[in-house]
């Protein structure tokens, strides 16, 4: 029976075909090596001599050792894809896995921007294209951050009836073409054809001033930056999506489409902001553009 090490450098390689992204690879890696190594240590080193109650003591120690629930349940997830991946390849009969389960999480509700917030940090990046650009389009379109530094002028329909921005496939995302309203396409096209870099070659949307595309880090400090100008505590640039979510959901956005539109796996994910929202004035609407 294969060992668990072997099992291990197997499964990476799977997810990595599958087009799981390095930071994927990474997180299900160290989880898996952390969890070999334990059961190694117990006298465990194939696949088929595991049960659950050795995984059990595994995520017991880990809260012994002052994990907390989050990080546990992310070890626990890590583990039943792990287990699944033994079971789908036949290397064991049985999943050890299967029964395995959650640390109970307190679940923080999505920061939401109010009108007043999104407003400020709107006002504060006005003079500055590309960052204001940046914060319309998440704000407008409920892109993700990666999603963002990932686009390229070929992505966008700026001169369609109506404008459009697609989205390619990305790692368990499924390619989408989100509208684009007049607020999102104005300040693209400030920017496109005004401060953005005239270089050959430089495909992405946002780029340094050497036709770099910008880093997703650089991104985010750079947002940030303007959070804390604009005096918005505690926000972060994902927070800009949580806002998107609420608004159309606040607005009677049918609830699949929202969830379509943002690229949400399941689509719980998108029903769990309707506890967090409330229904929007006339004025609010046209802050942001209903879909």
Known sequence: MIALKEAHKNFIDYLGGLGRSESTLVAYGKDIEQLIEYLEKQGLGKVD????THLESYMKKLAKEDYTPKSISRKTNSTKTFFRYLVDE??????AADMLKHPKVDVKPPRILSKLEYRALRDAARDDA??????ETLLQTGITISELAGMKLEHLKL???PGNLFVPAKNSRPSRNIPLNKAAIDALKAY???DRPKLDGADHVFITKTGNAMLIRNIRSTIQRYYDIAGVENAKVNDLRHTFVAHH???GTNLL????IAGHIRVSTTERYLEFIERETE???TELGVL
């Open 257 to 260: 489409h929202v969830s379509k």
């Open 49 to 52: 001599e595991i049960e659950l």
């Open 192 to 194: 496109i054809e005004g």
């Open 283 to 285: 004025e609010e609407k």
């Open 249 to 251: 959901l606040a607005n």
């Open 130 to 135: 590309r960052t204001y650009a940046m914060i």
């Open 159 to 161: 001169d369609a009836s």
């Open 90 to 95: 036949s290397l064991v009969v049985t999943n």
